[in-house]
């Protein structure tokens, strides 16, 4: 490790993950500023994800293995209590900051050390990570109206001090740890941001691990209810779903999913300070959208600015 780098640990919860795990860890040991810990969490594999990574430990002492027991249940919250094992692995370590990492994603040799350099220069930087691009075209940079300020989970890193003020990573069963935990951290008056100067690959299309597209975009459309989205906001993102000829059905099982449970009136398991918090954005940020609309302006959307704060 560099002698100026922050030191940094990295925890992978993993779940049949046989299929895409080894480019993950082919990516991380070619990194130019190795982690001074990285353990993964085989989250009761019933595939032979643990098997492929067993192999790399003996050559990569940095590296560790936690088998968990199988389970018959998958939720979102089962990741969580995989990350927080693999905390208790790390827990005695010196290091500044700690990283998510998704077992289907691979990276460029200097990722991490990018991502810790950005850390090293903004003391207030509490999340930080990259976009990320799939094969089927997918961006986060241009696909997605998150923007700069929100860092998708796939791979995200905290400083250390935030993530404890936080309180880590909330086990809901349903979804949205990774957004809840980002957005708490920019409530908090830390700085969240996702870099479009790095990319990492992510190989798995989103939300469809174990079930279809259309599931997912429903399921994502209840998520978007729990996690507060505000009504206007949801309308027009639904509507720009459904211009786009091959997101229209995606864009009909969006908006089923959040009138499900806005009519089944789904426990939401954000505070209500938060919620305010997050709506706040939103509608700021529908205003500078919709001002881009009105005066012709192309608009930036990874760079839409907010300031809830």
């Known amino acids: ?181 980002v957005t708490s951290a920019r409530m908090m008056g830390w700085t969240t941001r996702s870099f479009r100067e790095k990319s990492f690959f992510h190989y798995r299309s989103l939300g469809t691990a174990e079930r279809g597209q259309l599931a997912s975009s429903f399921s994502y459309g209840e998520k978007d209810y729990y996690l507060g989205n505000h009504p206007v906001w949801q309308i027009f993102r639904v509507a720009y779903r459904l211009k786009n000829r091959p997101f229209l059905l995606d864009g009909i099982a969006l908006g089923s999913g959040y009138m499900w449970a806005l009519l089944t009136r789904v426990k939401r398991p954000v505070s209500t300070e938060l919620m305010r918090f997050h709506r706040k954005e939103q509608m700021q940020k529908l205003k500078a959208i919709l001002g881009s609309l009105i005066t012709f302006r192309r608009i930036d959307r990874f760079d839409v600015k907010t300031s809830s704060r």
């Open 1 to 181: 490790m560099s002698n100026h780098s922050i030191p940094y640990v990295l925890i992978t919860p993993a779940r049949n993950e046989a299929a895409y795990i080894e480019k993950t860890i082919q990516s991380l040991i070619k990194q130019t500023v190795l982690p001074a810990k990285w353990v993964i969490v085989n989250d009761g594999s019933t595939d032979n994800t643990s098997s492929i990574v067993r192999p790399y430990l003996a050559d990569h002492p940095w590296m560790e293995l936690v088998d968990l027991p199988v389970r018959k249940e998958r939720h979102f919250a089962a990741k969580v209590y995989a990350f927080n094992a693999g905390q208790e692995r790390v827990r005695d370590l010196a290091y500044e900051v700690i990283g998510n990492v998704d077992a289907d994603t691979s990276f460029d040799a200097d990722h991490f050390e990018f991502l810790m350099n950005q850390f090293r220069k903004d003391p207030r930087l509490g999340v930080a990570g990259t976009i990320f691009k799939e094969a089927s075209g997918y961006s986060s940079e241009t696909n997605s109206f998150e923007g700069q300020n929100h860092v998708s989970g796939q791979c995200q890193m905290f400083r250390r001090r935030c993530f404890q003020e936080i309180g880590g990573y909330y086990a809901h069963k349903a979804g949205g740890i990774d957004w809840m935990a």
